[in-house]
């Protein structure tokens, strides 16, 4: 089980959007990478191919997980993430309040 899932809140804790809060959109576990919405977007030029048209295109590019914090669903502050574990059930916890985090979508 990862620490971030798809639909958790996270504050940026380095980088240019240090300070931003998001959604995760989807977590890349191999490169150690999460893509948050409006968060490190660039814009990208692309020529005209069959399928699209030419333009610039607004692009979010994913960001290390380092760089980013979970904000606790319950208690509203950034904490680290803990595991425990229910019988056969892996849970993720919050190490400030010790509630359980539930994803939201």
Do not use: W
């Not at 809140?9 to 300070?19: L, S």
């Not at 980013?68 to 595991?83: A, D």
């Amino acid at each position: 089980m990862l620490k971030f899932q798809i639909g958790d809140e996270v504050k940026i804790t380095a980088g240019r959007e240090k300070g931003k809060k998001g959604k995760v959109e989807k977590v890349l576990p191999k490169e150690s990478k999460v893509v948050v919405g409006g968060i490190n977007v660039y814009k990208r030029h692309k020529k005209v191919t069959r399928t699209q048209p030419a333009g610039i295109y607004e692009i979010t590019r994913p960001i290390s997980i380092a760089s980013v914090s979970l904000l606790c669903p319950k208690c509203g502050k950034q904490t680290r993430v803990g595991f425990t574990k229910d019988g056969k059930t892996k849970n993720r916890i919050c190490k400030k309040c010790k509630s359980r985090i539930t994803v939201k979508e």
